[in-house]
């Protein structure tokens, strides 16, 4: 109801005000995300739950392959290891690095499911994941073919892994050399997988270890 100026009351057809629309951003539309289970996670339920209309969403990310990718870069973010491989921690570092992958994808419903499946990968951040890993490798003397030829042994290994664990309880996964494919793997490239127990955040290979 609102009063004109001679006085007279008229009814207002004005919407009711609402609150200010969420600001979204890079990091909002990822942590609402990986609160869900992302194996079933739709955008429109993901602009439901951001509070914003579907197109407001569009704008950031315009499929689930844009939220895929976007998450992407969060989680290896989160995985990667501050400190950079060295000739004396390249044996402890890719360990750190698969129990990280373990422990940051199980967490999420639905993401170590996403990539233990053949899919697209995000190419900037896994084009970041792969030069770190075979940066391990070249600090341990090989080759730079040899090196990328490890990091491929070393993601099949780690997916391996994260495939087994999601079809069973995430805290009584089998240890990746259990596996005959993946035993054959620690073969070829030792470093590539976590022991059986964590490895220090903090640890340096004795020299004598340092090299196969």
Not at 55 to 61: D, T
Not at 75 to 86: F, Q
Request: a positive charge.
């Amino acid at each position: 109801m609102s009063v004109r100026r001679d006085g007279r009351q008229t009814t207002s057809t004005a919407p009711p005000a609402r609150g200010r629309p969420a600001r979204l951003s890079r990091e909002l539309i990822v942590s609402t995300a990986l609160r869900c289970d992302l194996s079933t996670l739709t955008m429109r339920e993901l602009a439901t739950r951001l509070g914003v209309s579907h197109s407001a969403l569009y704008r950031w990310v315009r499929d689930r392959e844009g939220l895929f990718d976007l998450i992407s870069e969060v989680m290896v973010e989160r995985i990667l290891p501050p400190d950079d491989p060295t000739e004396h921690t390249w044996r402890s570092w890719p360990a750190r690095l698969a129990w990280a992958m373990h422990d940051e994808f199980l967490a999420v419903p639905g993401y170590a499911a996403r990539v233990a499946h053949p899919h697209r990968h995000n190419p900037a951040s896994f084009g970041r994941l792969r030069e770190r890993v075979e940066a391990a490798f070249i600090a341990a003397g090989a080759a730079p073919e040899a090196a990328r030829q490890s990091w491929y042994v070393f993601g099949l290994g780690v997916v391996q892994w994260l495939g087994g664990s999601t079809r069973a309880s995430p805290w009584t996964a089998p240890h990746p050399a259990s596996t005959s494919s993946s035993t054959r793997c620690c073969a070829a490239c030792p470093p590539a997988f976590p022991s059986s127990t964590r490895a220090p955040t903090a640890e340096s290979d004795t020299p004598a270890n340092s090299r196969p």
